[in-house]
């Protein structure tokens, strides 16, 4: 399992700039859930081990089914830091290592913005 790099560390930085640009308080603290999935739930254990061992709290995976009938688990790793792109490069590309050696894959961050009564 490889995920790319590259490409993860290029959404990072495009999510952070857009909440910036529509007015996020960088200076205030974000939730930050970095995603994984994998069809082996053996493998997505050993990644939320690991994830915890380095400080991110980790949810119960969720199962779901593909269109294709095959299933799938999840689960997110959260984080609580500033909205600051070099702190999420950081996560980011240790996520992605940590997903790699449990050969599961990760779908990036997300982070929740706005009022709560907008949601």
């Given amino acids: 399992m490889a995920n790319d790099l590259s490409e993860l560390i290029a959404q990072s930085n ?3 700039a857009a909440l910036i640009d529509d007015g996020a308080d960088t200076s205030e603290m974000f ?4 995603h994984l999935v994998s069809s082996d739930f053996t493998k997505l254990e050993k990644a939320a081990v690991e994830l915890v061992k380095v400080g991110y ?6 199962e779901f089914e593909l269109d294709d009938g095959s299933r799938q688990f999840a ?10 792109p070099q702190i999420l ?13 449990a050969g599961v894959d990760y779908d990036g961050w997300g982070t929740y913005f706005g009022d709560d009564e907008e949601e």
């Fill in 14 to 16: 495009e999510t952070v």
């Fill in 31 to 34: 939730t930050i859930e970095h």
């Fill in 75 to 84: 689960f997110v790793a959260v984080s609580e830091v500033k909205l600051d």
């Fill in 57 to 62: 709290h980790v949810d119960d995976a969720d």
């Fill in 89 to 101: 490069e950081l996560q980011t590309k240790e996520v992605a290592k940590i997903a790699d050696l």
